[in-house]
């Protein structure tokens, strides 16, 4: 009985940090809309909120990255986007964290590589999505977006890594 | 826990060095185009060949081809971006007057 209890006060805690984490990822957006990275390249963003879901893999809880990336991508796109936009960020979203969760296990790489690695395969899932949508036009801009992808994959990654020095989950 | 490790950097140099190859593939893969179409509304108001100089005045816009390339000349929309946004001499290149409703590709 009392092992149940416990078990019942565990999975209501990691409810209440996931919940935290994902509004301060939808948090983390509005700001990033406040910097004007498109300025660079269009079509460009940090991605100040996937720092979030490496907080959560540096920490071993793959199940929480993907539950709290997911619900922060429904979310935000219910709040600010459409349909169009959630197709595009779900899509990457989804493939990226896979990515960053396989990764994360190889000892041989920091958590800004798998970062790096997850910001690149996002940008190219995205170009994926939209060479279906707009044409295979879409497919030139590529290269760019994976500069772009390194650049900042390795910003959130850092990122991710102060988090993870700073605030101590423990479930 | 080390920040970054030798295989983080590798990792990073090898993706950019990519997309920069990919960037000068794309380049190169551009093919000259060879007839210029003008669009108004959707509906096709001028067609030919790039290698013709001519001027082609349309309501609101002016589109000029001259040695082998397409610009627009001027337009009397506000935000005068298709001026701005040069020439264009290449397959699946276009110049967009939003306000107006001109489009010019490259075929």
Not at chain 1, 51 to 59: D, E, T, V, W, Y
Not at chain 1, 135 to 156: E, K, N, S
Request: aromatic share 8%; hydrophobic share 50%; glycine share 8%.
């Amino acid at each position: 009985m009392s092992s149940k209890q416990g078990n019942n006060r565990n999975r209501i805690k990691r409810l209440a940090i996931y919940s935290l984490l994902c509004s301060l990822c939808i948090v983390f957006g509005y700001v990033e809309f406040l910097i004007p990275t498109s300025l660079i390249a269009p079509g460009i963003k940090l991605g100040i909120s996937n720092s979030i879901a490496i907080l959560l893999l540096i920490n071993g809880d793959i199940g929480g990255a993907f539950a709290v990336n997911i619900s922060r991508i429904l979310l935000s796109a219910l709040l600010f986007g459409s349909p169009f936009s959630l197709l595009f960020s779900l899509c990457a979203g989804i493939v990226s964290t896979l990515v960053c969760a396989l990764l994360i296990k190889l000892p041989a790489l920091s958590p800004i590589g798998v970062s790096v690695a997850g910001g690149v395969c996002h940008n190219a899932v995205q170009v994926f999505v939209a060479s279906f949508v707009v044409g295979r036009g879409v497919w030139f801009y590529l290269p760019i977006l994976t500069v772009a992808g390194v650049i900042c994959g390795a910003a959130i990654g850092f990122l991710g890594i102060v988090f993870s020095k700073k605030a101590k989950i423990d479930f | 826990m080390k920040i970054l490790k030798k295989t983080d950097v590798i990792l990073s140099i090898s993706l950019i060095l990519i997309s920069v190859l990919g960037f000068f593939i794309v380049e190169l893969m551009k093919k000259d185009g060879k007839t210029v179409v003008v669009k108004q509304n959707n509906s096709v108001v001028y067609e030919g060949k790039i290698s013709e100089d001519r001027e082609i005045p349309l309501k609101h816009n002016t589109v000029k081809i001259k040695d082998g390339k397409v610009f627009m000349k001027c337009a009397d929309c506000k935000n005068q971006i298709c001026v701005k946004s040069g020439k264009i001499s290449k397959s699946g290149e276009t110049v967009v007057c939003l306000p107006n409703r001109v489009i010019i590709e490259i075929e």
